[in-house]
């Protein structure tokens, strides 16, 4: 898992309650495994017309939110079915960081899994960081995960808290299956001495 520190990128404005994981890559894009794709296909409904075409007003197809890698977004973001293809298609396309008011459990952990940092503030910090990405000329944020920062286009900073254990998986590149090869030497201690004891198993 690519590793995460500091970020500093265009933050996109998506004043919407409620997105839940069906509009971040609709239920018919859920046929593959694969992490890889699915970034054509972030926000399908809102971002195409059903032939295709780009719906020009809609923000990540706007500059210069087509390279954002940062989402500033309403209340309860991530909610619906608990498909881990939500945090795939996001970072398929290029988004780092979510931040909110608040967070469906399933999606916030699986953000963690992926290597996506979800960021919860108050309902004025997230007004204050929607007016700043909604600034076309200068929509960047500045994230610091080592020092828990949000930095503003003004030099403001907003706090954020963050478990210390999803913190250090993040900034050290961990999901699942990293932190059980660093438990390596352990299992095969484990394995060598069970196939000694118990040959039959």
Known sequence: ?????????????????????????????LKTIKRSGLGANLFDEMRFTQDGKEIADFVLNREP????????????????????????????????????????????????????????????????LMADAADTENPELSIDLESQTIRRPNGAEISFEIDPFRKTCLLEGLDDIGLTMEKGDSIDSFEATRAAEKPWL
Not at 14 to 25: A, F, R, S, V
């Open 1 to 29: 898992m690519q590793k995460f520190d500091q970020l500093t990128g265009v933050a996109a404005p998506l004043n919407i309650l409620n997105i839940d994981t069906d509009m971040i890559i609709p239920k018919q894009f």
């Open 65 to 128: 939110y087509r390279g954002a890698e940062i989402i500033v977004a309403g209340d309860n973001f991530g909610c619906g079915s608990s498909r881990e293809h939500a945090p795939w298609a996001l970072l398929d396309f290029g988004i780092r960081c979510v931040i909110s008011t608040s967070f469906a459990d399933i999606f916030y952990n699986n953000c963690f899994k992926n290597g996506i940092l979800p960021i919860t503030v108050s309902a004025d910090e997230r007004d204050a």
